[in-house]
C-alpha cells in the first residue's frame, strides 16, 4: 500500500532551517510528484511548491520563492522540503502529498504524509 | 491567483441526513477540483477529484459535482465519521490553492 512517512517534529528559533524528509514506499517513487503543504494551528491547508520525482523539476510558491527548497533521492524514494531563514509563523504542520503527475504542478494529492510539527519560538 | 470560496464556514445536520458543501471559484476551474475531508489530529485525505470522481475507497455517499466556477459536495445519509473539516482545492490554474474549509458538525 502508498505510505509517505515524516521526519519528527521539530523545534527551531528563528532565522533558523528546517529540513523535514517524506519516505514514499509501495509505489514507483519515480512516476509522480510530491507536493508540500503546511497548515498553521486552526487555520487551512497551504500549498508551498511541487517536485517531480521524476527530473527534480520543481514549482515554489511565490511567498516561498528563495526561502524554500525542495529535493529527492531516489535511491531511498525519500523528499525533503528545507526551509531557510525561519519566522514565528512558519509555525505549522508540514505534510507532503504525492501528485499524479510527475510532470508538473497541476495535480490533486491522492496520498498525504502524516505531519511533521515545526514549531519556531525563542 | 484564483480565490477559492466556501460556504457555509460552519453546517451542523443530523445523522442520517443530506449534507450540502459548496465551493466556488473566482475564476473558471474547468473541472480541476478536488475535495478532501480532515479530521482532528490527521492529514487530509481526498475524496474527489476531477470535481466528480470518488477517490480510492471513498463510499458512494459521497458524490462531487460542478464546473468551472460552481462545485458541491454531497453526502447523502451521514454517518458519524464523516463529521469533520472538508476543503476543496484548484488545481487548474497556477498557484494550486484550497478554499478555506466548511466543518461539518453534529446537530
Known amino acids: 500500500q502508498v505510505q509517505l512517512v515524516q521526519s519528527g517534529a521539530e523545534v527551531k528559533k528563528p532565522g533558523a532551517s528546517v529540513k523535514v524528509s517524506c519516505k514514499a514506499s509501495g509505489y514507483t517513487f519515480t512516476s509522480y510528484g510530491i507536493s508540500w503543504v503546511r497548515q498553521a494551528p486552526g487555520q487551512g491547508l497551504e500549498w508551498m511548491g511541487w517536485?517531480?520525482?521524476?527530473?527534480?523539476?520543481?514549482n515554489y510558491a511565490q511567498k516561498l520563492q528563495g526561502r524554500v527548497t525542495m529535493t529527492t533521492d531516489t535511491s531511498t524514494s525519500t523528499a525533503y522540503m528545507e526551509l531557510r531563514s525561519l519566522r514565528s509563523d512558519d509555525t505549522a504542520v508540514y505534510y507532503c502529498?504525492?501528485?499524479?503527475?510527475?510532470?508538473?504542478?497541476?495535480?490533486?494529492?491522492?496520498?498525504w504524509g502524516q505531519g511533521t510539527l515545526v514549531t519556531v519560538s525563542s | 491567483e484564483i480565490v477559492m470560496t466556501q460556504s457555509p464556514a460552519t453546517l451542523s445536520v443530523s445523522p442520517g441526513e443530506r449534507a450540502t458543501l459548496s465551493c466556488r471559484a473566482s475564476q473558471s476551474v474547468s473541472s480541476n477540483l478536488a475535495w478532501y475531508q480532515q479530521k482532528p489530529g490527521q492529514a487530509p485525505r481526498l475524496l474527489i477529484y476531477g470535481a466528480s470522481t470518488r477517490a480510492t475507497g471513498i463510499p458512494a455517499r459521497f458524490s462531487g459535482s460542478g464546473s468551472g466556477t460552481e462545485f458541491t459536495l454531497t453526502i447523502s445519509s451521514l454517518q458519524s465519521e464523516d463529521f469533520a473539516v472538508y476543503y476543496c482545492q484548484q488545481y487548474n490554474n497556477w498557484p494550486p490553492n484550497f478554499g478555506q474549509g466548511t466543518r461539518l458538525e453534529i446537530k
Open positions: 517536485i517531480s520525482a521524476y527530473n527534480g523539476n520543481t
Open positions: 502529498a504525492r501528485s499524479r503527475t510527475p510532470f508538473n504542478w497541476n495535480s490533486h494529492f491522492d496520498y
